[in-house]
């Protein structure tokens, strides 16, 4: 068949499909991504609203109703605790907890680590050369320990638990992203700002890192689980936060000393923190295959 | 290849040497010491026992001192358990850490490895979206969790399996914590096999061996396994760390006797050298390993140059 302009004129006019709405539309057909994200969605929602609506307080404690399994006259709907306290509620905030660790101690580690490794990858030679070598020292620590040993000498203090998490999760993302930065860095633009005379480190700012989101993003829902994984492993040493204050990690060891008798103190918070960890996994799958030019 | 093993021996240096930095100089800046207690020490005696300890002397010389004992392999005299030193605290928990941790170790590359094959075989048969869901779940539930929930099933309820201790070291004592130990180790070691197994199975070489008309599974086992194995052995250094990092709390959960409650009694203790000991020896043990790993690597893959 010939073209001739009317079969040409025929086929709708393709809008260009871009890197990000090609990814939507691809992360949208993945069911199992979808499902988690929405998920997360009404979790989250739920960790932020659902406590003014609870009849109940996190610290509130309920003296003759001790280990009552959940029962829906009571308004305990997940039980309470050993000393009284309503199991959902503190569920909700110890959510609360454990997400917020997860974005703040994740934006900590992506600020360090980009800032890094575009650094490194963009001035490239002896500098890349020294600062990637540390990196790869700091690679063979065991980082747990120093966690501990930081929550343990200086008290559990919240804002300390943020940073001391994020600071040990950004050597992989310095690693990526320095990567990217070395392939980014031959492209025109670059090259055309520089011969512009635009400072290095606002060609980084403005060029460089925009660029890298993609990569990021991928690494983002990835490094949240792991993060909020961290934090629990802490509260569950009992090393995390303060009473009465909680977070999931908390509420599971609390949970396990009670299992016996009490198997609910352990089942909803275990629940929860599985069901989010599972969802992050999810949507970072889902988002690695979307964003994955190879496998279409 | 020796060159290259010697570079990564020198390279391995740095990296102790910071981490006993660090390790030292930390715990040192903690508020309280080793012998702060309800009960107030006269100030002579506790002078006297700061000077015994050589606490008195600057961070710098102490410094030094615990490294020129290092390297005669001394960890010093614990503060905490009068009469034993670190080293004798260390060699009592070490064998039961280690056997629990290389038994998790072996369990987590045998079955992840089989499991991560199996899956990649059968892409995308049921078989490969069952296990992928499986491995889902134990990257998903962390450790910490699992454990109390296999107590609770296999020792409470069902009452199969005793719920912590190491009894008379039999190895029914030994079956949960090890279980729990190695499920994320197998969860992350079967998705890797899977997806190195899938890429390798498409490359020319297999496709040669199947043409020569080598049965399947010749194709599998001399062909394709090793190339495929490449990632698993260089995951098995984090895999390490997150081993023995694991075994501090399933250790605290299942009440065994080994190094990781040391490390978390002594930091809350305050008992520097113990803390330091246990830092130092584990990661001395996670160093070599990377070391190790690193060089087995380049053995198995043709392609590395060193």
Redesign the interface.
């Known amino acids: 068949m010939s073209v001739t302009p009317e079969t040409v004129a025929a086929i709708p006019a393709d809008k260009g499909r871009s890197l990000w709405t090609d990814a939507m539309i691809r992360l949208r057909r993945n069911r199992a991504a979808v499902t988690a994200a929405a998920v997360l969605a009404i979790m989250t929602l739920m960790v932020i609203v659902g406590p003014w609506f609870s009849p109940y307080d996190y610290d509130y404690t309920h003296w003759d109703m001790i280990l009552i399994s959940p029962d829906l006259a009571s308004g305990h709907v997940f039980g309470t605790d050993s000393i009284g306290r309503d199991i959902f509620v503190r569920t909700l905030y110890g959510g609360r907890i454990s997400l917020l660790v997860g974005v703040v101690a994740t934006i900590v580690s992506l600020v360090i680590g980009i800032a890094y490794g575009a650094t490194a990858g963009y001035f490239g030679g002896r500098i890349d050369h020294i600062m990637m070598r540390i990196v ?3 690679y ?3 980082f ?3 966690v ?3 929550m ?3 008290g559990r203090n919240i804002l300390l638990i943020f940073v001391a998490i994020g600071a040990i999760n950004w050597l992989d993302m310095a690693r990526i992203v320095r990567g990217q930065t070395l392939s980014l860095k031959r492209k025109e633009f670059i090259e055309a700002a520089e011969a512009l005379g635009v400072p290095p480190f606002r060609i980084i700012r403005r060029h460089i890192v925009p660029n890298l989101l993609g990569v990021v993003v991928v690494y983002v829902t990835l490094t949240i ?1 792991q993060v909020i ?1 961290v934090e ?2 802490l509260s ?2 009992g090393l995390g936060v303060q009473e009465p204050m909680t977070s999931w ?1 908390a509420l ?2 609390e ?2 000393q009670e ?2 008798n009490a ?1 609910w103190t ?1 089942f909803f918070p ?1 629940v929860c ?2 069901a989010t ?2 969802c992050f ?2 949507i970072g799958d889902g988002l690695r295959d979307a964003l994955d030019p190879k496998d279409r | 290849m020796l060159n290259y093993a010697f570079k990564r021996f020198l ?2 240096w ?2 102790l040497l ?2 006993i930095a ?2 030292f100089f ?2 040192r ?3 309280g010491g080793p012998f702060d207690s309800e009960r107030h020490l006269p100030p002579e005696i506790e002078a006297n026992l700061r000077a015994a300890y050589h606490l008195d002397e600057p961070l710098i010389q102490q410094f030094g001192r615990y490294l020129l004992g290092l390297a005669q392999g001394d960890f010093g005299p614990s503060f905490q358990y009068k009469d034993y030193t670190v080293t004798e605290l260390i060699m009592t928990g070490f064998p039961v850490s280690l056997r629990l941790g290389g038994l998790a170790m072996l369990l987590a590359v045998v079955v992840g490895v089989s499991a991560g094959s199996l899956a990649a075989l059968r892409q995308n048969s049921r078989t490969d979206h069952a296990v992928m869901s499986v491995s ?2 134990g ?4 450790n ?2 699992m ?3 296999l ?2 099933l296999f020792a ?1 309820y069902l009452g199969w399996l005793p719920a912590g201790g190491l009894g008379n070291g039999s190895a029914a004592n030994l079956v949960l914590p090890v279980i729990s130990l190695a499920l994320p180790q197998i969860a992350y070691i079967s998705r890797l096999t899977r997806g190195s197994m899938i890429e390798v199975l498409r490359s020319n070489f297999i496709r040669t061996a199947r043409a020569k008309g080598l049965p399947e599974r010749v194709v599998i086992l001399r062909h394709a396994l090793k190339p495929a194995l490449l990632p698993v052995v260089s995951y098995l250094g984090p895999a390490t ?1 997150g081993i ?2 694991g075994s ?2 399933i250790e ?2 299942f009440g065994v006797p080994g190094l990781g409650r040391y ?2 009694q002594g ?2 203790n305050r008992d520097y050298t113990l ?1 330091m000991g ?2 130092v020896f ?2 001395v043990l ?2 070599v390993f ?1 070391l190790i790993v690193d060089l087995v690597y380049a053995l198995l893959d043709p392609r590395v140059k060193y």
């Open positions: 790869d020292i700091l063979g620590m065991p747990m320990f120093f501990i040993l930081l343990v000498l200086f689980p994984l629990s492993f569950f040493l990690g599971v060891n949970g396990a299992m016996e198997p352990l275990a923190l599985a960890l599972f996994n999810f | 390279g391995a740095p990296t910071i981490l660090l390790a930390m715990i800046a903690a508020p889902m779940t990257i998903s539930i962390p910490f969790v454990a109390p929930l107590i609770l409470v760390a023995i990092t501090v709390v605290q959960i490390f978390v930091a809350l803390v246990v830092v584990f990661g996670i160093v990377n």
